[in-house]
């Protein structure tokens, strides 16, 4: 069965960067992209960008051009997003999904951000 | 590239129907048929409901269906259950740069 599997929770200070994964199993997995998609606290979902980890390549939300970085390693089947220079509005549940469709999500990664 | 817009809240009672709706624009919704619903429970993730504007994945109830017209796509629920209480989001891939938005969110209640 399909499973995404992300890293756990994360406390960081202001203009830290953090990095979460998202370790996919029971498909191939260089065969679908994978989407980043974060929820505030009582807030709805925004997606942040997508990688394609047959290849690497990468597509970012405007929003978040210059502050995220996706990546792959496809020795691991895992999936990576790294956000910096964070700030307090960053705190949110950070969710990896199977694309086309956001068929399969992770169980999320809270990342909080306080000083 | 702006939210797609869902009504804040809706509610229905046991057995009857609720249709909530996802407005966007010509650059998405109005564009693509990659229109796709998610409910989400309270601590859950969101659960794909309908993809491509219709179609339903396997297991999914029947109860849940989607459609479009123009700019704006529906979700309909029938034969409302206790458990359909939740969190309705729409997303659309768009022609922007940032590919994908998703719908303010909609609170369905169950009376």
């Known amino acids: 069965q399909v499973q995404l599997v992300q890293s756990g929770a994360e406390v960081k200070k202001p203009g830290a960067s953090v990095k979460v994964s998202c370790k996919a199993s029971?498909?191939?997995?260089?065969?679908?992209?994978m989407h980043w998609v974060r929820q505030a606290p009582g807030q709805g979902l925004e997606w942040m960008g997508i990688i394609n980890p047959s290849g690497g390549s990468t597509s970012y939300a405007q929003k978040f051009q210059g502050r995220v970085t996706m990546t792959r390693d496809t020795s691991t089947s895992a999936v990576y997003m790294e956000l910096s220079s964070l700030r307090s509005e960053d705190t949110a549940m950070y969710y990896c999904a199977r694309a086309a469709y956001f068929d399969y999500w992770g169980q999320g990664t809270l990342v909080t951000v306080s000083s | 590239q702006s939210a797609l817009t869902q009504p804040a809240s809706v509610s229905g009672s046991p057995g009857q129907s609720i249709t909530i709706s996802c407005t966007g624009t010509?650059?998405?919704?109005?564009?693509?048929?990659?229109v796709s619903w998610y409910q989400q429970l309270p601590g859950k993730a969101p659960k794909l409901m309908i993809y491509?504007?219709?179609n339903r994945p396997s297991g999914v109830s029947n109860r849940f269906s989607g459609s479009k017209s123009g700019s704006t796509a529906s979700l309909t629920i029938s034969g409302l259950q206790a458990e359909d209480e939740a969190d309705y989001y729409c997303?659309?891939?768009?022609?922007?740069?940032?590919?994908?938005?998703f719908g303010g969110g909609t609170k369905l209640t169950v009376l």
């Open positions: 010509s650059s998405d919704v109005g564009d693509y048929n990659y």
């Open positions: 029971g498909y191939t997995f260089t065969s679908y992209y």
């Open positions: 491509e504007v219709s």
């Open positions: 997303s659309s891939y768009t022609s922007s740069s940032t590919l994908v938005v």
